[in-house]
């Protein structure tokens, strides 16, 4: 595991926490595989848009 990627990510998921937000588990789940080399940052991205576009098709939003 990169030790500089491991550092932006928890630079990152600590922003997020300072913001008063909780990560998903599923979205550390990705992280970590992310940090262990196993999916890469567009594999992340791909998976959440993928998630939650369909999440808004089921909510009937056109967005």
Known sequence: MSTQKEK???Y???IIKVD???PS???LKLVE???R???TTNDII???NERYKMKEERNGDDA
């Open 8 to 10: 932006a990510w928890d």
């Open 12 to 14: 990152a998921l600590g």
């Open 20 to 22: 008063g937000l909780e």
């Open 25 to 27: 588990p599923e979205f």
């Open 33 to 35: 595989k992310e940090k």
């Open 37 to 39: 080399g196993e999916i």
């Open 46 to 48: 791909k998976t959440l």
